[in-house]
């Protein structure tokens, strides 16, 4: 007998009050987890800027207006955040959707889903 276990995903919104707080967590979960990072755009057509890189941490620089999505040999700044979407699958996060002043979509998908508050 064959089961075939579904997941559901969704995607919520990150209010922009709590940007800090949320990525702040985030980064705690981390442990260096495995994703790719890719921006589509007008401005900037398709690409995937890294793959397979192990992520040090995602954060927000209220006073700077800027996030920054890091690892050990890569450094992503998006100048003017606007929106930030987060997709789940199972109650984990599976990619990081952020939207900045000219619409151009940064996503951050790791590569198994991350759950918060517990470290690899």
């Known amino acids: 007998m064959k089961t075939t276990m579904q997941t559901k ?8 009050t709590d940007w800090q707080a949320y990525f702040n967590k985030v980064t705690k979960s981390l442990a260096n ?11 900037v057509g398709d690409e995937i800027l890294a ?8 954060s ?4 700077n207006h800027l996030m920054e999505v890091s690892s050990e040999k890569f450094h992503h700044l998006i100048h003017s955040p606007e929106r930030i979407f ?3 699958e199972g109650g984990n996060i599976d990619s990081v959707e952020i939207i ?8 951050i998908r790791f590569l198994h ?8």
């Open 9 to 16: 995903m969704h995607s919520k919104e990150i209010s922009q």
């Open 33 to 43: 987890r495995a994703a790719s990072v890719e921006v589509t755009g007008f401005n």
């Open 51 to 58: 793959e397979g890189i192990m992520l040090q941490g995602l």
């Open 60 to 63: 927000y620089d209220a006073k």
């Open 86 to 88: 987060v997709s789940y």
């Open 100 to 107: 900045d002043s000219e619409e151009t979509r940064h996503i």
């Open 113 to 120: 889903p991350l759950a918060l508050g517990k470290k690899r």
